[in-house]
Structure formats: C-alpha cells, structure tokens
C-alpha cells in the first residue's frame, strides 16, 4: 500500500459530527483505493482560490509531504487545475481531490467493457471544463504535459469531446440490449428486484445471504462495481435479485450520470430493497434516505420500496426502536434484517412476496392424454403448483401470471372438446 496524507478543508456551518464523517468516508475510500493513510491535515475555513486551504497550511502540509513522502496528497474538497498545479508545485507530490480517488477506485474495480466505458466517460466529463485550462498552464510554464507526465496538444479538449461522444453513443446501444433483457426477463414471469443504497450498508453482504452465494464481500466501499443478478426464490416464486453499485455522499452529477446505465436496474425494478445501516448517527441515516428517495423519485416507474434496515444486531432493543420512530417517514415498508447473523430474513422474503407482482390461482381440469402431461411439466415451470390429482382426468391447482393463465385456460377448452 502506498502512503498518502488526507486533507480535509472543514466548512465553517458544519457541524463537528458531520465534518468528521465526511473525513472518515475519505479514509474509507483511500484504503478502498489502497492507500496507507499517513497523516491528516484539518483546516475550518472558507475556500482560498489558490491553494484551497490557506497558504500557511498548504506549507505545512509541503513540510510534511517533504518529510513523510507520501505518494499523493487527497484532499476532500473539490480542487481547481490552478489549485491543483499550486499545491503540486509547492509540495512536490501529486495532488488530487475526492473525485479523483473514486474514479481511480472505480477504474481499479471496472472488468467488463461497459464498466471500463463507463470509468472513462466519467474521466473524460471531469476532465473536459478543466481541459482548456491545462493546456493554458502547460503553455505558459512550457512545460511537456501537466504536471511533467507527458505531451500535450492544442486539440485536447476536441479530443476530449470526440472521445465523449462515442462512448456515450457505444453506451447507448449497450443500453437498448440492457432493456431487451429485462423485458424478456419479465415475459419468462421474472419479477425483478434490486438491493440500493449507500456503500457499506450491507448491501453484497445481505445479497450473498439473501441467494446464499459467495460473491465478493468486503468491508470497503465500491466492493460491487458491475451489477450482478442471480435467482432468487421467494415462497415458490423465482424472482430476479440485482445487486447495484452503491450511492456515496456528494456524488457529482457526472458520475451519477456515467454510472446511469448500472443504476437502470434500479429504477426499471419490480421492487427496490433500499437497505440502511441502522447503526448510523439518525441524522446521518436521514440524510442518505432523503438523498436515495431524491435519485429514486423521477426514475421510478411502478416499482415498490422496502426499506431493509441493516445491522440491527449492533444495537439494543430500546435504541433500534427509538431509531425506527425517527425515520419512520423516509423508511417505506421497514423490515429490521441482519444480514450477518440472517435476523429478519424471513420476514424480508414474506413482505416482498406480497409485493410481488400480482399472480392468479386458478383450477384446471384435464384429460388424461401425452399432451396433458406436457402441461402439467410446463406449469410447473411456469407456476406454483399447490396440488395436482390424476384420476381419469388432471385436476390442478396452480398459480401463475396472466399470460400463463389464459394460455392454460385456452388449452383446458382445446382439450375437453375433443
């Protein structure tokens, strides 16, 4: 792990506890992006156009950085180019900002082609409005590319918005294929669910439970990059459960953007696990549910959200249920799991099979014959069937979607007037 020193410019409205998580999401992040924290450097102050932070801080933090020589300096607040080019002259180290962290976490986490894509449309889109102003510091120091690290042109930024283009349009038709498998997805029956939220929830903890698989679990943010989709069985009925990259505070729109396509499965779901981390501070619990509602609420077409509150095995009774009255009106359809220890998993799948997607039971009456056979192995794969009796004819009782309902109806006529 290479050593890297956080800074952290505190605003002066914020609160002590609300300066100290958005630090701590940035130590999360650096060992997320394997880095070694080293040291940290706070300043409560309002923002200097040239360095960020005050000038007398930016030189203690190059004093450290002379001593400790870390491989880079995150700062938690967003930099300019002129910031940036400041604070690496003066402290001769790289500098980057939060932004910058998530996207090299991001493009060490992409394995397929349309997660890569992704990765880089979000470079390039912050890279663009900083462009013009590279080149311009570059040509003024004459110096071989920003920061020493290679060549510049003048087209850069055409280039920027060329390669933009094309990804975004590459992306688009990755889109098209993305919605024709849902929608075959839905005509096999599926009803389609997705696990949302911020990173550290539980989400791929509570995923791997909920479909008992070993998926890739860690306690670092952005462990789920690529969605991933598995079966899932809920009392008889195969669903489809979608674990999703997770939220994280203040995400600029052009990562939200960039990372539309992964977050479609939320918003194109049957049902929406919203899971929470009941172990937060309330205040901060609030915010992330205000803030996911917020994502949720012009996308959603029909979908229903159970709020699955996480965690609940790190609290005491008395303490969980004085934080569920606080949240009560952010949190839709509340089940208190553990993902960990599997309290409340059961009472999970009941409610989300009543929010299933409505299915009919019907009784079908059939004659004994090699074609009656054949739709009796059909409805079992296309149906709950909650009992069959043979006789002289085939009595079943079954419960499946519309579609199967009258194409089994339609074949019980066919039948029983031959």
């Known amino acids: 792990m290479k050593d890297v020193i956080l800074v952290q410019r505190r605003i002066p409205r ?3 506890s609300e300066n100290q ?20 450097v706070i300043q409560t102050r309002y923002p200097d156009r040239q360095y960020q932070i005050g000038k007398g801080k930016a030189e203690e933090v190059a004093e450290l950085a002379l001593s400790q020589k870390p491989a880079k300096i995150i700062f938690y607040n967003p930099l300019s180019v002129t910031q940036v080019y400041n604070l690496s002259e003066m402290c001769k180290c790289e500098v980057i900002d939060k932004f910058q962290l998530i996207l090299e976490i991001f493009a060490s986490r992409a394995t397929t082609r349309r997660s890569r894509m992704q990765v880089e449309l979000a470079r390039l889109e ?8 590279i080149v311009s510091l570059l040509k003024m120091e004459e110096r ?79 462990t789920t990059l690529s969605p991933t989709t598995r079966y899932l069985n809920i009392n008889g009925r195969w669903t489809l459960l979608t674990d999703t990259v997770g939220f994280i505070e203040d995400l600029p729109h052009f990562l939200v953007d960039a990372f539309r396509s992964t977050l479609e499965d939320v918003f194109r779901a049957d049902i929406i696990l919203l899971v929470v981390d ?29 709020t699955a509150i996480n965690k609940a095995d790190r609290l005491s009774h008395e303490e969980l249920s004085s934080r569920l009255k606080s949240i009560a009106y952010l949190a839709p359809n509340p089940v208190v799991v553990s993902a960990t220890t599997g309290e409340g998993l059961d009472e999970l799948k009941d409610i989300i099979y009543a929010h299933l997607p409505e299915w009919k039971r019907f009784t079908l009456e059939l004659p004994m014959s090699g074609e009656t056979m054949s739709a009796v192995s059909w409805l079992f794969e296309e149906g709950i069937v909650h009992s069959v009796n043979y006789g002289n004819t085939v009595v079943m009782d079954v419960e499946a979607r519309n579609e199967v309902y009258h194409k089994a109806k339609s074949l019980e006529k066919r039948l029983s007037f031959r």
């Open 278 to 306: 009941i172990s937060e501070p309330v205040d901060v619990i609030r915010k992330k549910l205000a803030v996911s509602h917020g994502i949720f609420w012009e996308q959603l077409e029909k979908a229903t959200i159970i």
């Open 126 to 133: 912050y890279e663009l409005p900083r462009a013009r102003k």
């Open 14 to 16: 914020c609160s002590e």
């Open 21 to 40: 998580r958005k630090l701590a999401e940035l130590r999360e992040l650096a060992r997320a992006g394997n880095y070694n924290v080293v040291q940290e």
């Open 144 to 222: 071989p590319g920003f920061m020493g690290l290679g060549g510049y042109e003048d087209s850069y930024e055409q280039d920027v918005k060329k390669r933009i283009s094309r990804i975004k349009k590459e992306l688009s038709t990755g889109q098209r294929d993305s919605e024709n498998l849902r929608g075959y997805r839905h005509s096999k029956g599926f009803s389609l669910l997705s696990l949302a939220g911020y990173t550290n929830a539980g989400k791929s903890t509570l995923f791997r439970t909920l479909v008992d698989e070993n998926v890739e679990v860690e306690n670092m943010l952005f």
